[in-house]
T-cell receptor, first 116, second 111 residues
Framework: AQKVTQAQTEISVVEKEDVTLDCVYETRDTTYYLFWYKQPPSGELVFLIRRNSFDEQNEISGRYSWNFQKSTSSFNFTITASQVVDSAVYFC?????????????FGKGTKLTVNP | EAGVTQFPSHSVIEKGQTVTLRCDPISGHDNLYWYRRVMGKEIKFLLHFVKESKQDESGMPNNRFLAERTGGTYSTLKVQPAELEDSGVYFCPTAGGYEQYFGPGTRLTVT
C-alpha cells in the first residue's frame, strides 16, 4: 500500500526565514511519482512539482527547492526567504506508474503561516 | 484556458437528504478524478474516469455515492442519503497529461 506522511501539522515562521516541509513516503512500486501541491486560502490546489522515482536530482525553482532522497524515502520542500504570500497548506502526494492516469495518495498537509 | 469549475461552491444539507455535486473539466481533458477531504484528514481518492468510463472506483466509500460522467464531459457525484460523515471538501481535478488540475472544490456540510 502507498502512504505519505507529513509529520508537521503546522509551522509558523517570520518573513525572510527559510523553512523546510518534510515528506516521507512508502511504496512498493519501483516506478512512482512524487508531487507537491499548494492550497492557498482560496481553496484550489496549485501544482508545484512532479518528480519521478528515477530522477534524484534536486530541483530549484526561484525560492523553492526540493530534495528527493530515495535512501530515506523522503521528498522535502524548502522555501528560502519566505514571504507572507507563501502562507498556505502544502500537500505532498504520491502516485504509481503513470502520474497523469493514476490516483494520488496525499499526506495530511502542512499549514505554513508566514508572519510579517 | 478556463480551469476546472465545480458547483455549488458550498452546500449545506440535512442528514438523509440528497445532494448532487457537479464538475466541469478543462476542455479536452479525458481524465477526471474525484477526491474528498474530510476535516483534518488526508485528501482521499474516490474514483477516476477516462472519458465516460470508470477506470478506477476503488475509493468510493459505499453505495450511497454515485458518480457519472455524461458523454465524457461534465461529471456529477450524487450522495443519497447523506450522512454526517460525508461532510468535507470534494475536489474533481482533471488531467490531459500527468498534472491534475484542481479547482477550489465543493464544501459539503451535512447537519
Amino acid at each position: 500500500a502507498q502512504k505519505v506522511t507529513q509529520a508537521q501539522t503546522e509551522i509558523s515562521v517570520v518573513e525572510k526565514e527559510d523553512v523546510t516541509l518534510d515528506c516521507v513516503y512508502e511504496t512498493r512500486d519501483t516506478t512512482y511519482y512524487l508531487f507537491w501541491y499548494k492550497q492557498p486560502p482560496s481553496g484550489e490546489l496549485v501544482f508545484l512539482i512532479r518528480r519521478n522515482s528515477f530522477d534524484e536530482q534536486n530541483e530549484i525553482s526561484g525560492r523553492y527547492s526540493w530534495n528527493f532522497q530515495k535512501s530515506t524515502s523522503s521528498f522535502n520542500f524548502t522555501i528560502t526567504a519566505s514571504q507572507v504570500v507563501d502562507s498556505a497548506v502544502y500537500f505532498c502526494a504520491l502516485s504509481g506508474r503513470q502520474g497523469g492516469s493514476e490516483k494520488l495518495v496525499f499526506g495530511k498537509g502542512t499549514k505554513l503561516t508566514v508572519n510579517p | 484556458e478556463a480551469g476546472v469549475t465545480q458547483f455549488p461552491s458550498h452546500s449545506v444539507i440535512e442528514k438523509g437528504q440528497t445532494v448532487t455535486l457537479r464538475c466541469d473539466p478543462i476542455s479536452g481533458h479525458d481524465n477526471l478524478y474525484w477526491y474528498r477531504r474530510v476535516m483534518g484528514k488526508e485528501i482521499k481518492f474516490l474514483l477516476h474516469f477516462v472519458k465516460e468510463s470508470k477506470q478506477d472506483e476503488s475509493g468510493m466509500p459505499n453505495n450511497r455515492f454515485l458518480a457519472e460522467r455524461t458523454g465524457g464531459t461534465y461529471s456529477t457525484l450524487k450522495v443519497q442519503p447523506a450522512e454526517l460523515e460525508d461532510s468535507g471538501v470534494y475536489f474533481c481535478p482533471t488531467a490531459g497529461g500527468y498534472e491534475q488540475y484542481f479547482g477550489p472544490g465543493t464544501r459539503l456540510t451535512v447537519t
